[in-house]
């Protein structure tokens, strides 16, 4: 099979797991970004969470139920901006439709799936490439402060236990404690834990940027600076950029984030994604850091140790399109991330600070499949984006391959 020349709309972690994939499957790949290099917008500072275990769909009772704290503004962690225009209105509906007990399962549980086809993608790039991204395995913990989320907790595991070679542990706080002793000054706030020992991590950035020097030892094309602003879809589809450059190619694969639905408007495809905004801060670790990654669940906030950096992220902003920093709510990032675990990071000596756009779909799951002639879209992966990068490229390049 000859390969093909295909274009990547999009140089985060999924643009280039799925250049990489590609290429590796024999085909010819141009990346094309704006921004200045690979990985640098929302994949650039995000939880840096490699969460296989933990593929939990936005839309839920739980939610559902919060709906008027959210709409008030009243929940610190999760807040709603209702817009009125048609695409929103149509997500809020999607949304409501899958807010409820067996779309939440259904939707978790198609995520766990590709969520294991991805470690399993992401192993074979790193094997085949010598892939170096601060990948490591110091396993999570999920942190309950309430026996009822616990208790909610515990039956989602089970399920999750029956689709998946999950290994997972329910823990007291104790047990906890004994997983992560940096734990034990806030053991009396933990109603339980789950602890996940395989779970991994990895800076998303530095693997863009490690696939782009793969993809140029291999006469590949990564373009920066380069904003595309049409897509003209047919037998031999183009890119057309803000200064009239214009790129052709057998396939266009458009991973281009919340950036992806203005680009399928050009040819009457409108794409079920709305902006979900997060923060982070780098800070150096604290003298109690932990070494496991660490999810506080109450507060929605993730410590990710980095090597000699601890990465916190949290806060969820559905439908804030603003790619500003907003000083208040990061102050509330780090008020959550102290209260959380007080010793984490040098709190008063951040290195540098984050904001990103998830692109989410109604049902948290990635838009990955033909959207016109010669466009595929791989888009649409929530916050969820590094940990179902590979497993979405391997899912595309297949698509590819069927249609060829």
């Not at 990489?20 to 969470?49: C, M």
Request: charged share 20%.
């Amino acid at each position: 099979m000859s390969g093909r020349d295909i274009i990547v709309i999009g140089a985060g972690v999924v643009g280039m797991a799925t250049a990489l994939t590609l290429v590796d499957r024999g085909h010819r790949v141009t990346v094309l970004d704006s921004a200045p290099e690979p990985g640098r917008g929302t994949s650039f500072a995000n939880g840096a969470q490699l969460s296989y275990a933990y593929t939990d769909a936005l839309a839920s009772p739980a939610v559902r139920r919060q709906l008027p704290r959210l709409l008030l503004a009243l929940d610190p962690a999760f807040r709603l901006t209702p817009h009125f225009d048609p695409d929103f209105v149509r997500w809020g509906l999607a949304f409501l439709r899958n807010a409820n007990a067996d779309g939440f399962t259904r939707n978790t549980l198609a995520g766990l799936t590709l969520a294991f086809e991805s470690r399993e993608a992401l192993y074979a790039l790193i094997a085949r490439h010598g892939l170096r991204f601060g990948h490591a395995m110091p396993g999570k913990l999920h942190l309950y402060r309430t026996e009822a989320s616990f208790a909610a907790a515990r039956i989602l595991a089970a399920l999750k236990a029956q689709a998946a070679p999950i290994v997972q542990h329910v823990l007291s706080a104790g047990e906890a404690v004994a997983v992560e002793p940096m734990l034990d000054a806030v053991r009396g706030r933990i109603a339980g834990a789950l602890h996940t020992p395989e779970e991994e991590t990895g800076d998303p950035h530095l693997f863009c940027m490690a696939v782009r020097d793969v993809l140029a030892g291999q006469g590949q094309q990564v373009v920066c600076g380069v904003e595309i602003v049409r897509i003209e879809a047919g037998g031999s589809p183009r890119a057309i950029a803000r200064d009239g450059r214009v790129w052709r190619a057998d396939r266009i694969i458009l991973c281009a984030g919340v950036d992806s639905p203005k680009l399928a408007r050009a040819f009457g495809v409108r794409l079920p994604i709305q902006p979900v905004k997060g923060y982070s801060i780098t800070a150096r670790p604290g003298p109690s850091a932990p070494g496991v990654s660490i999810t506080d669940v109450a507060n929605r906030v993730v410590f990710c140790r980095l090597g000699e950096r601890m990465r916190i992220a949290g806060l969820a902003e559905l439908g804030n399109r603003s790619r500003d920093v907003d000083p208040a709510r990061l102050a509330t990032l780090i008020a959550s991330a102290r209260e959380a675990l007080p010793d984490a990071a040098h709190y008063d000596q951040i290195e540098s600070s984050w904001t990103g756009l998830r692109p989410t779909t109604p049902d948290s799951l990635p838009v990955t499949r033909p959207i016109a002639p010669g466009v595929i879209a791989n888009t649409g992966h929530g916050g969820l984006g590094w940990t179902y990068a590979a497993g979405s490229a391997a899912r595309v390049a297949r698509l590819i391959e069927e249609k060829h």
